[in-house]
């Protein structure tokens, strides 16, 4: 397995590895990760701990998650990788047609046009009833108490950003209750305030003594469907009812001899590995040279133009993943990277507000979660009396009837969050996941070179300085990356920016398994990460 340096730390960081060998807990909330540990200290497992991190999220970075948001999971159980899309679908009234009678030509960010089914409740309920060993109560006391006694607000919460953005955006009675629920007479908490989410303590209650049931088939869905009737949306208890969660074949490519590994369509994890199975084919001496840089760039912009062109729901529209991923349309791609930057264009294969957490305990199992809300809060809307703050994950769908990722009744969109994982001749060596939107994928290969082809740490691999390509030629670039490569991919052709923050460029977790089961933890440094160790 590939070495890494642990004193070797060539990026600004105040951070160093965790080693543990009994359990441990990543994510981007101390809190959180106390959540979890101590899970794992009364006896649960990694996926019980993912759990009680994933629902302490909900509370204490409500700003990036939510209870009424969607969620995947790749789980390493029992010398087997397992793979959980609790994303939700379409409503069944919710259609293109049905959009352009109501005069609605682009789909919204906010407000009811935009919701769909919200996976994250039954994503906790399944991982538990399959892999878990204690009870959903249990597991979810840490967050209940948070919620119900109080907790003060951390410096990586983007509760002011999003505030900004809603006094303006958000209009009108159905936007009330999310400034009833997330404000203190209308100012939003400040860093270090103790703040209180009595609502969210009730829902996570009833989430916890009926698995989930309350929330799809019980009250919370009988709440969220007067809501939804109420205000003229589409989403209906029928449609809570139907919901399942979906286990489903982790993809993967080989890269440096590893398997990297991310949730099938309709995540974009296939993005990720279009690029790295492109990038294989090249060799990679340093990190920072422009060679290494303009070659990253140019293989993630190939591989967002045929994620944007071919992912959708599997289940509607066909998505050609195994020619996507052949050795063969990859040389096919790679041919096409020279040395000024291109327009990136979709290629023919041939035919046939988000937080992410890992956790791994002493018997060898490992989870890779993430969940999400989605542009921070979500649709702005707020579910009167429960904390349930509903996402907006239907602004992704395409409103063109002739693109794969069209809108339709029932119909799952394409989705930004992923989970990553990696193994090495069939033994787990861990998970990692970079948050934030479409920055997802470009963080994830990142991170694997950084790991793969660099043999950095897992902490200095998240303390690297990153780009972000954002469109046609445009990619910002960290304060951190030295000025003479951004000058250089500049003359190359690419439009290189200055980034004014580190917030979009995402906020990383890795878990590192040594040969002789030591775990080795890395947290985000652009945020208050921390790794939870036992």
Known sequence: MRNHDSQYYPYPSRRTPVYANRGMVATSQPLAAQAGLAILRKGGNAIDAAIATAAALTVVEPGSNGIGGDA???????????????????????????????????????????????????AWAELSRRFGKLPLTE????????????????????????YEIFKTGLVGEPFHEWFHTFTHNGNVPKIGELFRLPDHAKTLTSIAETNAEAFYRGELAERIDRLSRQYGGFLRKEDLEAFRPEWVEPISVNYRGYDIWEIPPNGQGLVTLIALNILKGFDFAERDTVDTYHKQLEAMKLAFADGQKYIADPARSHVPIQALLSDSYAEQRRRLIGRSALEPAPGEPPQGGTVYLCTADADGHMVSFIQSNYMGFGSGLV?????????????????????????????????????????????????????????????????????????LNPQAALDAPRWQWL????????????????????????????????????????????????????????????????
């Open 471 to 534: 469109k046609g030629k445009t990619v910002e670039f960290e304060h951190q990356t030295p000025a003479h490569l951004v000058q250089a991919l500049a003359r190359r052709g690419h439009d290189a920016q200055w980034a004014l923050n580190s917030t979009t460029f995402g906020r990383g977790q890795i878990i590192w398994r040594l040969e002789n089961g030591v775990l080795v933890g890395g947290t985000e440094p652009r945020t208050d990460g921390q790794v939870a160790a036992w």
């Open 139 to 162: 597991v979810l006391a840490p967050a209940i108490e948070y919620a119900d006694r109080g907790y003060p607000i951390s410096a990586g919460n983007y509760w002011g950003r999003a």
């Open 72 to 122: 995947f999971a790749l789980v390493w159980y029992k010398g087997k990788l397992h793979g959980l899309n609790s994303s939700g679908p379409a409503p069944r009234n919710l259609s293109i047609e049905a959009l352009k009678r109501a005069g609605v030509n682009v789909i919204p960010k906010y407000g009811w046009i935009p919701v769909t089914v919200p996976g994250t409740p039954a």
């Open 383 to 455: 579910v009167p009396g429960t904390g349930i703050a509903l996402h907006n994950r239907g602004h992704n769908f395409s409103l063109d009837p002739s693109h794969a990722n069209r809108l339709e009744p029932g119909k799952k969109p394409y989705h930004t969050i992923i989970p990553g994982f990696i193994t090495h001749k069939d033994r787990p060596v861990g998970p990692f996941g970079v948050m934030g939107g479409f920055m997802q994928p470009q963080g994830h290969v990142q991170v694997v070179m950084n790991l793969l082809d660099f043999g």
